[in-house]
C-alpha cells in the first residue's frame, strides 16, 4: 500500500508528533511505500512569518498546490493527515477530492470542536464554543493573547461553516472511546469515526520492581496537566521526592522557592526518558482537561510502572482503576495526596500494580495491534471512496 503522510511537527515535541513518527515506522517496518510531507513550527519566527501562517491556516492555496503536485506525481492509495494547522489548513483536502483520493485524518485532539484543541480556558474546562460559536474564543480570549485567540477563532469557523474537514474526510482516526463520543455529540457521523488507539511500544528492559526513588511527571508543565495541583499535593508529603520532567510556563514561574522534595529535571528524550520511567516509583497524570488518551500513563505503563491519573477524559480507559494504578478526582488536592502517599508505603503494591499495566500495554497498545487496525481503517475508507 502507498501512502501520502502529512503532518506539521508542534513548536515543543509533544505526543502527536510521537504518534505521527510511530505510524510512519509501523508501515515502513512491513514494507508500504510511504511518502512524508512535513512542516515545522518552530521554523515560523519573527511576525511576518506568524502572520503569515496565521493566513495559511484558515485556507492555504500554496498547501494545496503542493499536495496536488505530489498527487499528480504518484498515485498514493490513501492519503493520512495528522495535524494540518498552521501552515498546511483543511485546504489539502480539496485537492485529495479533486484526485479521488480517499482521506483519513488523526484527530489527537478537540480542535473540531475547540479552536484551540483542549477544551480548556481560564483554569477549567470549557465547551462553549462546541455548544455556540467560536467567538467565544475571542471573547473569552481563550489563548491568553488576543491576536492568536483571533486567529484560531477564524479557522475553526471556516473549516466549520464550508465543510472543509466533514465533506472532504473520508474517516476520522480517534485514540480513544471518550473522543469518538465527544465529536458524536457535536454532530459527527458514528460510522465515519474509527477509534485507534495510541501505540507503545512494550519495553525490553526488566520490568520496574516498585522500588524507584521517586514519584514522576511527564508532559507540557502547564495548568490544565495539573501541575499546580501536584505540586500541592507534594508540599504536604515532604517525605515523598517529586520530580517533573518537561517544560513549560510553570517551569519558569515556579522554578525557585520550591520545597526540596519537588525537583524540575527539565525536557528528556531517548535513553534519559527511559531512565527517567524506569527509575520511577510510579507516575501520575493529575490533568484537569479533557486528555484524549494519556500517552505518558501509557508510556509508564509500559516499564511496568504504576499510574496515579485523573479520573477526566480518556484516562479511565487506559488506567484501570485498582488494576495498574488508582484514579483521582481531578481538581482534588487531597485525595491525589492520599493516592500518592498510599502507593509511595507500598512498593509491593506498586511491583503489582506495574505488572498489570504492562500486560495491558502488551495486549492492547502494541506496535502490531496498531498496524493491524491502522491498515483496517484504510482499507475501510478506500471502500467507502470506491462505493461512492
Not at 496536488?68 to 490513501?78: K, V, W, Y
Not at 483542549?118 to 491568553?144: D, F, I, Q
Not at 506495574?354 to 502488551?362: F, L, P, T
Amino acid at each position: 500500500m502507498v501512502s501520502l503522510q502529512i503532518h506539521q511537527f508542534y513548536r515543543h515535541y509533544c505526543g502527536e508528533d510521537k504518534m505521527y513518527e510511530c505510524t510512519v515506522e509501523v508501515l515502513c517496518r512491513v514494507g508500504h511505500e510511504v511518502h512524508r510531507m512535513e512542516r515545522h513550527s518552530a521554523a515560523i519566527l519573527g511576525k511576518p512569518a506568524k502572520f503569515r501562517a496565521a493566513i495559511e491556516g484558515i485556507y492555504s492555496f500554496g498547501s494545496k498546490r503542493q499536495v496536488a503536485r505530489a498527487l499528480s506525481t504518484f498515485r498514493p492509495d490513501i492519503v493520512h493527515a495528522h495535524n494540518l494547522y498552521p501552515s498546511f489548513s483543511p485546504s489539502v483536502f480539496a485537492a485529495c477530492k479533486r484526485f479521488g483520493v480517499p482521506v483519513v485524518m488523526s484527530c489527537h485532539n478537540l480542535r473540531l470542536i475547540c479552536p484551540i484543541g483542549v477544551c480548556y480556558a481560564h483554569g477549567t474546562v470549557c465547551e462553549r464554543c462546541a455548544k455556540w460559536s467560536e467567538c467565544l474564543c475571542v471573547l473569552r480570549n481563550c489563548r491568553g493573547d488576543w491576536a492568536e485567540s483571533l486567529a484560531y477563532a477564524v479557522r475553526a469557523a471556516t473549516a466549520r461553516i464550508l465543510h472543509l474537514v466533514r465533506d472532504t474526510v473520508d474517516l476520522l482516526l480517534v485514540p480513544s472511546r471518550f473522543l469518538k463520543q465527544k465529536l458524536v455529540d457535536a454532530g459527527w457521523c458514528p460510522e465515519r469515526i474509527v477509534v485507534l488507539p495510541n501505540t507503545v511500544l512494550a519495553q525490553n528492559r526488566r520490568p520496574s520492581s516498585g522500588s524507584g526513588s521517586y514519584a514522576a511527571f511527564v508532559g507540557r508543565l502547564s495548568p490544565e496537566k495539573g501541575v499546580d495541583l501536584l505540586l500541592r499535593a507534594a508540599a504536604s508529603l515532604p517525605s515523598v521526592p517529586i520530580r517533573l520532567a518537561g517544560v513549560g510556563p510553570l517551569a519558569r514561574a515556579r522554578g525557585e522557592d520550591l520545597p526540596p522534595n519537588i525537583k524540575f529535571v527539565g525536557w528528556l528524550d531517548g535513553e534519559r526518558l527511559a531512565d527517567f520511567y524506569a527509575n520511577a516509583r510510579f507516575v501520575v497524570v493529575p490533568s484537569e482537561c479533557f486528555e484524549t488518551f494519556g500517552l505518558a500513563a501509557a508510556e509508564a505503563m509500559s516499564y511496568g510502572v504504576p499510574v496515579i491519573a485523573s479520573r477526566i477524559g480518556a484516562l479511565p480507559e487506559v488506567v484501570d482503576d485498582n488494576v495498574c494504578g488508582f484514579l483521582c478526582e481531578p481538581g482534588n488536592v487531597k485525595d491525589l495526596a492520599h493516592k500518592i502517599d498510599m502507593l509511595w508505603r507500598n512498593p509491593s503494591l506498586c511491583s503489582q500494580m506495574g505488572q498489570a499495566g504492562r500486560q495491558k500495554v502488551i495486549g492492547q497498545y502494541s506496535g502490531e495491534a496498531y498496524l493491524n487496525s491502522l491498515i483496517a481503517a484504510y482499507e475501510k475508507a478506500i471502500c467507502i471512496v470506491s462505493s461512492n
